[in-house]
């Protein structure tokens, strides 16, 4: 929630300082990372759920080989996607309008920048939800998404370009990710990580993929249009649209928090009582999470 809200008080900023022409440029390169995000096989909604399942079992090697999982699956993919950002630099930059194939590299690189700082950030913060730390977590995603819209806006104020923007909102995500991993030292002390083994990727995989197909639709709901309307319309069209779904993302934030909560304490019910002790809790729970989730944002 603090994420949506920081990016609704800063973009009036954002959009004086550039122009709806070279936002709509950056909305259109963070809708693309975001797409390519999805090849991420839903590793970090199964961390929570693998860490949680193990903690509550106390098999502790387990949940450390389920950190190792995300992080190795997370890494490869932010290597290959820098390597795509590089390689497609004239691609990026027909479908940007930049006119400047430099410049649509450099864009490229920092949205992928943010994301993989975004994605490794979130799964450490998920390994810690999975452990029954969920402040300490979302303390340090907070601090990410303040550090990377400060980070943007410092850049701003320096100097009124898309090229510092886009550098300033990757530092201010590098920044972040420091604070998610500060705040979890903070409070467990160390991070612990354990060796992949097979059996697990192949289990965590198939896991993920199932959870994958709702938020991979979500993802496409929210972007695909963006795109859309950028390569046909022109940047600024992506720009509008981008205003306007943002008001969506954070009502849609409510939902998610509430049911990340909720996934958790039942998984940890169930590893340690089975279905009987889901069921006993499950009315009153779920009830709580559609009071959080649905009415107030409706």
Known sequence: VTGYVVNLLNTPYVVMQLGLHDFGIWSITGAIAQLAALF???????????????????????GRQVLGVMIAGLSILICVLYLLAFL????????L???DPALAR???MSAVTMLGFGLLGRGLAAAATGKGRYVPANIGLAALAVSQVGGGVAALIMSPTLRNFALGSAIGAAVGFIAIVTSLLVD????????????????IAVYGLKGQVLGGADVIFLQSGKIIAGVILG????GTYELGSRLVQGAQSFGAT???ALG???????????????????????????????FFPL
Do not use: C, M
């Open 235 to 238: 940047p600024s069209a992506a």
């Open 264 to 294: 958790t304490h039942l998984t940890r019910a169930y590893a340690i009582g089975g279905l009987a002790e889901i069921l006993v809790q499950y009315r009153y729970l779920t009830r709580r999470n559609a009071s959080v989730a649905i």
């Open 40 to 62: 991420d096989l839903g590793i970090t909604r199964a961390t929570i759920r693998y860490v949680a399942l193990f903690h509550a079992r106390g098999e502790a090697d387990k």
């Open 88 to 95: 497609t630099s004239g691609l990026l930059n027909r479908i």
């Open 188 to 203: 467990e002390g160390w991070i612990e990580i354990g060796w992949p083994k097979i059996d697990l990727v192949k289990e």
């Open 97 to 99: 309008y930049t006119g």
């Open 106 to 108: 450099l864009l490229a």
């Open 258 to 260: 509430a049911s990340v």
